[in-house]
């Protein structure tokens, strides 16, 4: 039984090339959002009642559109749409890239770590491609081979995969890489715009900044025409700190 969702909505070619692989290892539900929800990383819907849509409903295989966030379909989906308790959740693929920094921010991740906090096995795929016709193919067996290997042999507790694939032809993807996650950031700016009535609005843009040299990370290894998989998990304590902490405040262990 495997869960999937993602952020670019239920009508995005990402998530029909993910429900069709996934079909190969078992029974599949989709419950996605019915509009892009691109940037919410796990918000809920707690101000308005949520609906749900069928799309589709054949053996193995159940669509639905849901109004709410991705972690709204996430919980909609395990606790009211699956049969059965999902083995696997899915999240993707997702048209663009979801490395270094962009997991605060993905509503694609978004419903991963809330998966994993509600103790599921859970996988995000994300294409480095905005396009909307984007060309998934050469990712497709290494999609495969991480969701077999994770039905196979499971993870570890409280722990998911974020998964980005580089933008490349079958034949310059070099492999699949464990690494770190990148220290970036976005160096965010608003552009000041004028609608016809002369009311000002404002426009987020910005720049993608990435310092981290280590081809050890995500970025690198993407850099290099490597699959990058990064585990993550809901936990954001920095145990390192604690001891500078405890210092700072003058306590001690009780």
Sequence with gaps: MILITNDDSVHAKGIKVLTTIAREFGDVVVVAPETNSSGLSQSLTMSRPLRVRKILEQEGLHIYACDGTPTDCVKLGSQHFCPRKPNLI???????????????????????????????????????????????????????EIIAKVLQHGLPDDVSLNVNIPDLPAEELKGIRVCREAKAAWTDSFEERHDPAGRPYWWLTGEFVCNDKDPNTDEGALCQGYVSVVPVHPDYTCFEAIPTIKELFNTSER
Excluded at 107 to 126: L, Q
Aim: hydrophobic share 40%; no cysteine; net charge negative.
């Design 90 to 144: 899915l999240s993707g693929i997702n048209h663009g890239s979801n490395s270094s920094i962009n997991i605060l921010y993905s509503g694609t991740m978004g419903a991963v770590i809330e998966a994993t906090a509600n103790g599921f096995d859970a996988i995000g795929f994300s294409l480095l491609n905005h396009s909307t016709d984007a060309d998934f193919t050469p990712g497709i067996p290494y999609i495969k």
